[in-house]
């Protein structure tokens, strides 16, 4: 049982697009400052989502884990992807969207 106020469903939905809000300011971010703080704002969601999923929902907890960027090794994960720009950057940023989207159709799935 969850102490949450929130339904998982639509919190877990919620963070994938602050997540993804996070990756399109990376994107277009001036400075290399501005990129590191928005991807470490974005990665924050992380280990709240794993929190959440292995109390509440096995399922897409075991799906979640098996993705770069969200799995235990999560915080290593992005500081590499806020060093790179250019290409490299854009590379990152498309593999974590379709992670995302990855996600969202297993949560979408479950949540009928």
Same mark, same amino acid.
């Given at each position: 049982? %969850?102490? %949450?106020?929130?339904?998982?469903?639509?919190?877990?939905?919620?963070?994938? =697009?602050? !997540?993804e809000?996070?990756?399109?300011e990376?994107? %277009?971010?001036?400075?290399?400052?501005?990129?590191?703080?928005?991807? %470490?704002?974005?990665?924050?969601?992380?280990p709240?989502?794993?929190?959440?999923?292995?109390?509440e929902?096995e399922?897409i907890?075991?799906?979640? #884990?098996?993705?770069?960027?969200?799995? =235990?090794?999560?915080?290593g994960?992005?500081r590499?992807?806020?060093?790179?720009?250019?290409?490299?950057?854009?590379?990152? !940023?498309?593999?974590?969207?379709?992670?995302?989207?990855l996600?969202?159709?297993?949560?979408?799935? #479950?949540?009928?």
């Open positions: 049982m %969850s102490d %949450s106020r929130t339904n998982l469903y639509d919190w877990l939905l919620d963070g994938l =697009d602050y !997540i809000e996070k990756l399109d990376a994107k %277009s971010a001036q400075t290399s400052e501005e990129r590191v703080a928005a991807l %470490s704002e974005g990665s924050c969601m992380v709240c989502m794993q929190k959440r999923l292995r109390t929902n399922e907890y075991t799906n979640y #884990i098996l993705l770069p960027g969200f799995n =235990d090794e999560w915080n994960y992005w590499e992807v806020a060093k790179k720009d250019g290409k490299e950057l854009q590379d990152d !940023i498309a593999a974590l969207r379709e992670r995302i989207e996600l969202r159709g297993t949560v979408s799935r #479950i949540k009928g």
